[in-house]
């Protein structure tokens, strides 16, 4: 658990947060400039907050009135920065090894083998760090500060250098190895739909100040956090398993986790690389998802489920409807849908949305026995 | 082709510019990460006394040292009497006078390089689990190492050419202090030592080329090694 209770000044800039995190996964969005790196600066011990405390896992880390500051080295917390920082006079094998050698044999968390298959790293070892693209030189990042066996691990904005294409693709291979490695996780991004992809866990940062803590879909009825969210794409991530494939009619069926037993598996296109039983996150845009007051016949659309009308949130170009469906999913619609459906709380709906709209994420890694060797 | 004592003066003037360069080499890397990476009370204190025997006559350098280092110096008279050490008018202040020579300008160099290292390099290394001077060793150190080597090159090329400092507080002894400079000046002194003196000269250039050609050569391998280009 990190507590945070931290106060600095930086020229016109004040940052000035209390939180507390726990969990796996924690995502801290915010706008450029509300001082999400500041925060990760201080929590690593590069930057002196000028006044409250650091606390992780019941060990002060900082307390700036009793003159504590843990140096950055003995801190145990790790930092996959958004510009990689690899060391240029090393290969990429030598960098991901670097910090081998400051962790004592007893206190490892994690064998390189471990770290090189997670990442899939083996084809990059050799490579001079010059050779690396972008989205390769995050990977081999994120492999060392793995490596450093540290006790959490920052992530600051990692994959804003790449573009979105690629940026969809080492999310998965990320989260992944995040899953495998079983380190709570801070991670930086101010693009929504990436950080709901890591956690749903959020803490929600403006100007240097906490706007809110908790679960998106929580943070959704925030006036101040949906002003934050706007303009952003909105992702539903639902955690599913793979309940078999229907080749005839190119499809894989689909069970979400939470959705309850009884309810019919959601239709995607045919995806076998995915094994029936696996464990996987599916994903769904919130414009995806149409709304029906009945089920409707004669369509192509291929998943209707039914659910409640949660909440409604009116934007100021659309309105969103939160929608218990045994799961929460997330429907963005017009304001003039709204009103000819009298979208309203506790109104039953339809969710509809085709199989093309589910995207399959990835496969959650299977977690180590115990997460450490010895 | 040399006669015994131009072979004594060459093969001093190598013993001493290496040996001075070896003698600062840890201190110059020392003040050089301080003034470039360090803030604290004196850096501009610390930084001119660095600098002194840069502007100051060579002579005065010198007998700044045989003040400090003399038998009857300050830490001189207490080397003497303590451990009967006398270092003025031996080889040890020949290589003395070449390192406070030197000094500035592997200081110089070294700083520079050290001054161009992102930063941010060294963070990731600390938030990676090294100590100060183990990122110093591992990170600083080896994407210096091109102008750590100039540095090295420098001060060595500035202990062939000392005279005055090397003259005041180490005298003009054969063997001990009467490196090329000094045998050149004392040839140029005696009636008949034209000829030896122009020997000298040239073993002098020679040398001096030679010392330039191995930096170089040495400055591209370390490159390639970091990868050739800049070390952004």
Redesign the interface.
Known sequence: MLELEVGLRRGGFALDVTASLEGPATALFGPSGAGKSTLLGVV???VRPGRGRVVLDGEVLDDAERGVHV???RR????V?Q?G?L???LSAGENLR??ER??PPARRRFRAEEVVRWLALEPLLKR???SLSGGEAQRVALG??LL?SPRLLLMDEPLSALDKGLRGQILPLLHGALQASGLPVVYVSHDLAEALQISREMLLLKGGKRVGQGPFLGLLELPEALDLFRGQGLLNVVAARVAGHRAEDAVTLIEPVSGGSGRAAFKAALSPEFAAGREIRVALRPEDVALALAPVAGTSIQNQVPGTIRRVLQGERRTLVVIDAGLTLLADVTRQSEHELGLREGRPVWCLFKAQALRILDAAAPRPSAGTHS | MLSHAEWTALLLSVRVGLLSVVLEAPFALGVAWLLARRRFLGKTALDAVVHLPLVLPPVVTGYLLLILLGRRGLIGGFLYHHFGLSVAFTWKAAVLASAAMGFPLMVRAIRLAIELIDRRLEEAAQTLGAAPWQVFARVVLPLAAPGVLTGFVLAFARSLGEFGATLTFAGNIEGQSRTLPVAIYTFLQLPSGDTAAERLVILSVVLSLGALAASEMLARAVKRRLGGGGRA
């Open positions: 690593a011990g590069l140096p950055t080295h145990r917390v790790g930092v920065f510009d920082r060391f240029p006079h670097f910090p400051f962790v001079s760090v010059r060392r500060a450093a």
